[in-house]
């Protein structure tokens, strides 16, 4: 199964810059994490997405890469089960003509 988290779209603090790191500012978090279903072994998606929220409201990251790192490694602690991760994170009004973010893949099994 492959759940698919797309458009998660909330305000932390995240950045390198002084006004970056006193005012929030609006991201935008996409996930897809594939996993072997059953019964008794499945992922509750609310949980999940919340756990994203948490961590980086909480962490207050200043590289998206770091960011990136912290939910790879809150989520596959949280979900051994998962098989593959694919993590986007954008920031849409950061620069005027564009939304620019990172992403990464990674493969457990």
Not at 30 to 56: G, H, P
Request: charged share 25%.
């Amino acid at each position: 199964m492959t759940i698919h988290i797309e458009d998660l779209t909330f305000d932390v603090i995240i950045g390198l810059l002084d006004f970056e790191r006193e005012n929030p500012q609006q991201i935008i978090v996409d996930l897809k994490a594939s996993y072997a279903y059953s019964d008794k072994n499945f992922i509750d998606y609310a949980d999940m997405m919340l756990l994203i929220q948490n961590e980086l409201k909480l962490k207050r990251y200043r590289l998206l890469e770091d960011a990136l790192l912290g939910l790879k490694s809150i989520l596959v602690t949280t979900y051994p089960q998962l098989e593959t991760l694919f993590l986007k994170i954008m920031k849409p009004n950061i620069l005027a003509p564009c939304q620019v973010g990172l992403s990464h893949t990674w493969t457990f099994k």
